[in-house]
């Protein structure tokens, strides 16, 4: 069973967690990863199809969209492979026999189940799902019982829930004093209240007051919330104890390689090696060019590279430009790398999926256990 403890982990970020990210996280020192959150509706229309072409597991939506099969359909990606022992599945739900029926679908592939009860953007909060739990602390104690009792316990997975602080400090450390004894294995607490923006300072006040009441449950805890870079992870440690956990979102989502205790890879490099898993995992390239727009820095609207991905239509043309027509300083180098004698190889997307399966044992190497 996952251990949480001390940990230094990818947030659940919808659209940017998908596949491709969590993997580059993973690779550059991450020690776990939250997928982006699945409302349980969604997940309970889903099948289990194991994909031979890409070796992963998948989760199709039988009612979805079937104009690209395995991308319009598709619901939940995993490469166990990479992820095996290292990925938390964040489930929206306001129903505990809805969040039981949807994590059972999923539970033996993925290797926790954290309930969203912190987002408070409109896509989580609405029929009172993410933060907005967090006015219903019956219905979220309700739906974390559930859980643990008919998924936690028979599929041997740890439940987890994320939470925002509450306004008051007291009425916080009243609901952590609740959750704790619902069985769960772990709390994240983002450490900023539902009405503050992720700009905003967090609040660490009595970040060891409820830190004090988890170590006292036998719960681990993670904080996030302003997190930025792997030392601010150490010196969190040292203010609340070597087993605090810390959660990257903002950071992570401009740069994944971010985890990297050496620091993260300039911004060319790490979205070359975004671009090289996204393309062997079959990542849709909608997604791949939502997040590569964040990634890569476009002042002025004058990056070239940045054009041509945004005015793709497939992702062999993302790969194409972010491969062969960049180099390794983000630069336009043009057609220059199909001129007879140079020595820059192009890579299509045959070729690039055959030689990143030859590399898929060194990538394990790579990702720390």
Known sequence: MVDFRAKFV????????????????LKYGADLVWGPEIIDKRLVRAERVFNPK?????????????KIPGTTDLVFRTYRKLEQDKLIFQLGTANPDLAVQAAK?????????????????????????GAALLKTPDLLCDILVALVEHVGVPFKKPISVKIRLLAEEENTLQLVRRLVKTGIKNLTVHCRTREMRNGQDPIR???????EICT???????????VKSYQEYRDLQKMFGDDVGCMIASKAEVNPTIFNASGPLPWPLMVKEYVRFAAQVNNSNTNTKYCLATMMPNPR???????????????????????NKMDDEGAFIGDKSSAPGDDVKIENHKDLKRRLDLEDIETIKRIKV
């Open 54 to 66: 890409l070796n992963t597991v998948d989760f199709i939506q039988k009612d979805g969209n079937k």
């Open 301 to 323: 609207g004058k990056n070239v590279i940045c054009r041509l991905v945004s005015q793709s239509k497939k992702i062999e043309e993302v790969v194409d430009a972010v491969l």
């Open 205 to 211: 006040d009595y970040v060891d007051k409820i830190k």
């Open 105 to 129: 679908i999923v539970a033996a592939d993925v290797d926790g189940i954290d309930v969203n009860a912190g987002c408070p953007k409109h896509f989580s909060v609405h029929s009172g799902m």
């Open 10 to 25: 990818l947030a659940p970020m919808v659209r940017v967690g998908e596949l491709p990210t969590r993997l580059l996280a």
């Open 216 to 226: 006292e449950a036998g719960v681990s805890m993670i904080i996030n919330g302003g």
